[in-house]
């Protein structure tokens, strides 16, 4: 009986996930997860304490505002989503659009080839 108590809340994460709002807000989890591991190693590349990875002072700068970017998308949904609140398809859209380039400017910088695009696609953000 006890391990069925215990297995009650995983089903109800199961259960929420076959709904259209539980599939967009594992999505931002899925996401908020993957920007984490993407992003733990930034730090010391941007420090230049990786060795054989040089990142430009340029390069930095765009990475920093698509993280921002990203990390604000990310700040705002989950804000959304233990509020309470339903999130849109749209919102969900956008941030997998916008981690998908920051991953591709990410991966360019470290490899010292970023690719053109990555400066149109991040737009400054304030701080």
Not at 29 to 58: E, R
Request: charged fraction near 15%; hydrophobic fraction near 45%; proline fraction near 5%.
């Amino acid at each position: 009986m006890k391990k069925l108590f215990f297995l009650l809340p995983l089903v109800a994460v199961v259960a929420c996930a076959n709904t259209a709002q539980g599939k967009l807000r594992q999505t931002v989890f899925n996401l908020d997860s993957a920007y984490h591991l993407l992003a733990n190693p930034m730090p010391d590349v941007m420090a230049g304490k990786v060795p054989g990875v040089t990142v430009s002072d340029a390069d930095k700068v765009l990475i920093k505002r698509a993280s921002q970017t990203v990390f604000n998308q990310l700040s705002a949904l989950e804000t959304s989503i233990e509020a309470g609140k339903s999130i849109t398809e749209t919102a969900v859209s956008s941030l997998q659009a916008d981690f998908s380039s920051l991953t591709t400017c990410w991966l360019g910088a470290k490899e010292g080839t970023m690719p053109t695009t990555c400066a149109a696609t991040f737009p400054e953000v304030s701080k």
